[in-house]
Nanobody, 126 residues
Framework: QAQVVESGGGLVQPGGSLRLSCKFR???????????LAWYRQAPGSQRELVAT???????NYADSVKGRFTISRDNAKKTVHLQMNSLKPEDTALYYC?????WGQGIQVTVGDSWGQGTQVTVSP
């Protein structure tokens, strides 16, 4: 059973929204509650970059590229951290990872872009 479980990624059009969630199953309350929680992301060919952090004392901090669009929040009772992403841009496309100390999520894909299928012919005959 995975100790850190991420959810909420997917494909979205530019301007859309997604909400990522990450649950730290194995962390006890006395460890989770005072900890700094973070979201990182890594695009193909790029280094992993810090997106946002949240602590109970110092509040939140964001990368300049996501300020005003992303919101990090935490639910200590559920040992979960969230990342609400609005006004998404193609450059937000990346694998997103949650972090607490030396614990990392498995990475969840966020893809921002238009997606079309190849087309499927439908014929209705009497």
């Amino acid at each position: 059973q995975a100790q850190v479980v991420e959810s909420g990624g997917g494909l979205v059009q530019p301007g859309g929204s997604l909400r990522l969630s990450c649950k730290f199953r194995s962390k006890i309350t006395s460890v989770f509650n005072p900890a700094t929680l973070a979201w990182y992301r890594q695009a193909p060919g790029s280094q992993r970059e810090l997106v946002a952090t949240i602590t109970n004392i110092r509040g939140t901090n964001y990368a300049d590229s996501v300020k005003g669009r992303f919101t990090i929040s935490r639910d200590n009772a559920k040992k979960t951290v969230h990342l609400q992403m609005n006004s998404l841009k193609p450059e937000d496309t990346a694998l997103y990872y949650c972090n607490l100390g030396d614990s990392w999520g498995q990475g969840i894909q966020v893809t921002v872009g238009d997606s079309w299928g190849q087309g499927t012919q439908v014929t209705v005959s009497p």
